[in-house]
């Protein structure tokens, strides 16, 4: 029975890739659609739950039922229990189904605001220290390698006990860890780029060194770095939920999936009796699970085109 619901459920995800490719096919310009119109199942169904997420994350204050932080009287409400409330509550009284809403926007919308600075910082760093050279590459490539050699998680964890738990400051400690994994990638593709013929002219011509990396080198490294955002935003936002798993993430009132999985994870014990009840942890898994997967396929569709491979 458990083999014919996940068929039933991978038929139904690809039926549903289907219209949405066929969709964007039909409305979309001749160009647009020949693009969207030749990418697979896989990226056709991870770009419309990305798109599923964003629209639920903008219009969160008109889906949800209720207030982010609004609390009633009825506490650890089981899915049924109260019509009002159609996944429950938690233990102080607030309804699961707005948390999970209001902790889709929260979740993406810090994770993306973080995975933009860290490109920022990663990707410019890594230009300069690919086209200046020397002693700068190397001053700024050893200490990427120092920041590097240090586990991500238990260094996020050390900072924000240091600097103090905010989301601001989860923000900042988290864009400047992650802007290391951009750097390597950004000095990597730069490197390549600056010896090019047209590099040489413009630095024949008295271009200045910005002129070097936003009109000449940027352009020609976007292709990777694109790609490298999508992984990229997937890490961030797994660790952004990680670090609220243990408390020193996104902090009350606002909601965060990582937060939902902690404080519903006293469900799993009514597994044996009340399967419904049990998967209520897995609600926010399950959605951290489903971004990440469909924004790999995305991204695995975004690679493979800027390859050049073919079918």
């Not at 964890?157 to 400047?176: D, E, K, P, R, Y």
């Not at 990777?224 to 990229?232: D, H």
């Not at 999936?257 to 926010?284: E, H, Y």
């Not at 971004?291 to 493979?304: E, P, Q, R």
């Amino acid at each position: 029975m458990i083999f014919l619901y996940i068929i039933l459920i991978f038929a139904a995800a690809a039926g549903f890739a289907w219209l949405f490719r066929a969709g964007l096919v039909a409305v979309l310009p001749r160009n647009a659609a020949m693009l969207f119109g030749s990418m697979p199942l896989t990226a056709s169904f991870g770009l419309l739950m990305v798109l599923l997420y964003v629209f639920m994350a903008i219009f969160a204050p008109v889906i949800a039922p209720f207030g982010e932080a609004e609390v009633f009287d009825k506490f650890n409400a089981l899915p049924g229990d109260d019509p009002r409330f159609l996944l429950g509550t938690d233990q102080i009284g607030r309804d699961l189904l707005t948390r999970l809403i209001y902790g889709g926007r929260n979740t993406i919308g810090i994770a993306f605001v973080t995975t933009c600075l860290a490109f920022f910082l990663g990707a410019f760093m890594g230009f300069l220290a690919a086209t200046v050279g020397g002693w700068l590459d190397q001053l700024l490539s050893r200490g990427v390698d120092a920041l590097m050699a240090i586990p991500q998680l238990i260094f996020a964890l050390l900072l924000i006990t240091i600097v103090g738990q905010s989301t601001l400051n989860m923000i900042l400690v988290i864009a400047v860890l992650d802007s290391t994994r951009v750097f390597r990638l950004a000095r990597a593709v730069a490197v390549n780029i600056v010896v090019m013929d047209y590099i040489e002219a413009a630095q024949l011509r008295g271009e200045r060194l910005p002129y070097l990396i936003f009109r000449e080198i940027l352009p020609n490294a976007a292709a990777p770095l694109v790609a490298e955002f999508g992984l990229r935003f997937c890490f961030v936002f797994l660790l952004i939920a990680s670090l609220s798993f243990l408390g020193l993430g996104i902090q009350p009132p606002l909601a965060d999936w990582g937060t939902m999985v902690r404080d519903l994870s006293q469900f799993i014990n009514f597994a044996a009796f009340a399967p419904l009840t049990a998967s209520l942890p897995l609600m926010a898994a399950g959605a951290i699970a489903l971004l990440t997967v469909s924004v790999n396929f995305v991204v695995d569709w975004m690679l493979h085109r800027s390859s050049g491979l073919k079918e």
